[in-house]
T-cell receptor, first 115, second 112 residues
Framework: EAEVAQSPRYKITEKSQAVAFWCDPI?????LYWYRQILGQGPELLVQ????????DSQLPKDRFSAERLKGVDSTLKIQPAELGDSAMYLC?????????????FGSGTQLSVL | QQQVKQSPQSLIVQKGGISIINCAYE??????FPWYQQFPGKGPALLIA?????SEKKEGRFTISFNKSAKQFSLHIMDSQPGDSATYFC???????????FGTGTRLKVLA
């Protein structure tokens, strides 16, 4: 089965540095999501793209977080500057939008540690 | 009104036993309730889902029971196996939006 690709797998950075995460969704999936999962909690939606357009970024801390999906395929999530509280797993997911099961396909995530 | 409360936080079950995880939601507009399974180092994967027009859905050893009036739903894992050891998340949302509120997760350990 096709998978959502994410990189890097792990990222350690110092407070106030910039970090970036990359995601390549399943081919043909028009909708892409970035989630944040804090240890011991469920995933929380940060931003949703439909093709190259942002359809929901209401939970994205826009003073330090940005996300783009320029060509409507792969996507980058950036944090600048990183803060201690940003330590979490950042998950990318995609969906076909036509699946009756409404299935989100998640990648394996990027584990961010801010020191 | 956007919370999904999940319990227990952790669960230990003997092989062959029944695992039961409960969730409660607040928003009556929610009409789609999936369960996701997450293994260490992996992203969550859809396990089973239910819509409120039925009170129960079964897929293999996994069953969702849904109580619309109580705004509660639960996952039952029959004949639990060590390979079922994972973290389980319930979620709720509006059908067609693909945007869900996830519970806090239940870490299940099935003893061999």
């Amino acid at each position: 089965e096709a998978e959502v690709a994410q990189s890097p797998r792990y990222k350690i950075t110092e407070k106030s540095q910039a970090v970036a995460f990359w995601c390549d969704p399943i081919s043909g999936h028009a909708t892409l999501y970035w989630y944040r999962q804090i240890l011991g909690q469920g995933p929380e939606l940060l931003v949703q793209f439909q093709d190259e357009s942002v359809v929901d970024d209401s939970q994205l801390p826009k003073d330090r977080f940005s996300a783009e999906r320029l060509k409507g395929v792969d996507s980058t999530l950036k944090i600048q500057p990183a803060e201690l509280g940003d330590s979490a797993m950042y998950l990318c997911a995609s969906s076909a939008g036509t699946n009756s099961r409404e299935k989100l396909f998640f990648g394996s995530g990027t584990q961010l540690s801010v020191l | 009104q956007q919370q999904v409360k999940q319990s227990p936080q952790s669960l230990i079950v003997q092989k062959g036993g029944i695992s039961i995880i409960n969730c409660a939601y607040e928003n009556t507009a929610f009409d789609y309730f999936p369960w996701y399974q997450q293994f260490p180092g992996k992203g969550p994967a859809l396990l089973i889902a239910i819509r409120p027009d039925v009170s129960e859905k079964k897929e293999g050893r996994f069953t969702i029971s849904f109580n619309k009036s109580a705004k509660q739903f639960s996952l039952h894992i029959m004949d639990s196996q060590p390979g079922d050891s994972a973290t389980y998340f319930c979620a709720a949302g509006r059908s067609g939006t693909y945007k869900y509120i996830f519970g806090t997760g239940t870490r299940l350990k099935v003893l061999a």
